[in-house]
């Protein structure tokens, strides 16, 4: 059992298991199907933009071209000219950044969900030494690593695919590139627009479709690098529920606690009824905490033998009743109060002992 390897991992991770490799920072998670969201996103956005981002454009080369004098520019302060231009800058290409940023951490959320694992901030200073930098740098460069032709394989497919798809765009409107020639700049550039974003759309849709891909594979090899052994499960299952003979042992030190109180309970009790051999019950009646007597202790064989002992060493009344001594074990509880139909039973007992003690006095 203790050999089993990774090809003898056929259990699926219990929830346990994915909690823990979760808080170690080992999630399924794709770049590619994040990536193709975060473009998708930036698209949008600057279609969104786009008005404002133009408008500013349009009023900054208005600013410029009106008002820029040779004559009168100090050449000198080069900030002083270029920081109208920064700022235009900054008004549109600010909102934009902080809104993909936004945009980025909710993907990314979404896809992965809260982790925080302390354990991938930690500096490994392990890792810093020249010879595990070696083994890694020749690892991440070994061409005939699976991991490495994987990752090789599919960036070249991910170009192939996408850039298909952009050429299919392009080719698609072919007549309509080659009637650029005569028009005028305004119609042009309208057609010119049109195409990329056609060109644009195929991209993103393949890159999405990739993504899809990407984020199915990457959940398979997941779930396979988290499988567990069957000994894996059953020593899992182990710390939950705990150790059997640790439970027997505790369980038994409990009863024994128990026991014990029990057995405390026998020099209080007003009379204990016997079956006289087999069954023991100690009975306790104060009317000031409850509306019926209670039974403190009982037992049979072993135990009623102790508790008949217990009784006749502190002087506690000894009543032989096979029937009320086998209802009452069987019926009622430690501590619990005797049901209604043996009160009359109990009742003479109680008054059966209550007269001897009188006669004794």
């Known amino acids: 059992m203790g050999n089993e390897t990774a090809a003898e991992r056929t259990e699926e991770a219990t929830t346990r298991r994915r909690q823990k490799e979760r808080e170690k920072g080992n999630i399924s998670k794709s770049r590619d199907m994040d990536a193709a969201l975060v473009m998708v996103s930036g698209i949008a956005l600057l279609a969104v933009l786009s ?3 133009g408008q500013t454009i349009l009023e900054m080369m208005r600013e410029t071209f009106s008002y820029l004098k040779y004559a009168d520019t100090d050449t000198t302060n080069v900030m002083g000219l270029m920081l109208p231009f920064f700022q235009k800058l900054a008004i549109i290409l600010l909102p934009f ?6 945009s980025a951490i909710i993907i990314i959320r979404m896809d992965v969900g809260h982790v925080f694992a302390l354990e991938k901030i930690k500096i490994n200073f392990g890792a810093l030494s020249p010879r595990r930098m070696l083994q890694n740098a020749k690892r991440m460069f070994n061409p005939f690593e699976p991991r490495s032709l994987v990752e090789f394989a599919k960036s070249i497919m991910k170009i192939v695919v996408v850039s298909a798809c952009g050429y299919s765009a392009i080719n698609a ?4 590139l080659m009637g650029l020639i005569g028009l005028d700049p305004v119609t042009a550039l309208h057609i010119i627009l049109s195409i990329l974003i056609n060109m644009i759309i195929n991209m993103c849709l393949a890159m999405l479709i990739l993504g899809y891909i990407d984020k199915k594979y990457q959940n398979y090899e997941y779930e396979k690098s988290i499988k567990m052994t069957k000994q894996e499960v059953k020593d899992e299952q182990k710390d939950i529920e705990g150790d059997p003979k640790i439970k027997a042992k505790i369980k038994s030190i409990q009863m024994q606690m128990a ?13 204990v009824v016997t079956n006289p051999t087999h069954y023991a ?20 064989d072993y135990l009623a033998f102790q508790i ?25 509880p430690i501590d619990g109060m005797i049901p209604t139909d043996l009160y009359v039973a109990v009742s003479e007992i109680l008054a059966y002992v209550y007269r001897l003690k009188n006669g004794a006095e």
Do not use: C, W
């Open 51 to 53: 008005k404002h981002m």
């Open 97 to 102: 950044f902080v809104l993909l940023v936004i």
């Open 173 to 176: 409107r072919k007549a309509d």
């Open 259 to 271: 026991r014990q109180r029990m057995m405390s309970n026998v020099p209080q009790a007003d009379v």
């Open 281 to 300: 019950v100690a009975i306790k009646y104060d009317k000031t905490k409850a509306p019926a007597p209670i039974v403190t202790a009982k037992g049979v």
């Open 308 to 332: 008949r002992e217990i009784a006749k060493s502190n002087n506690v009344p000894i009543v032989e009743n096979r029937p009320v001594a086998r209802a009452l074990y069987n019926s009622v």
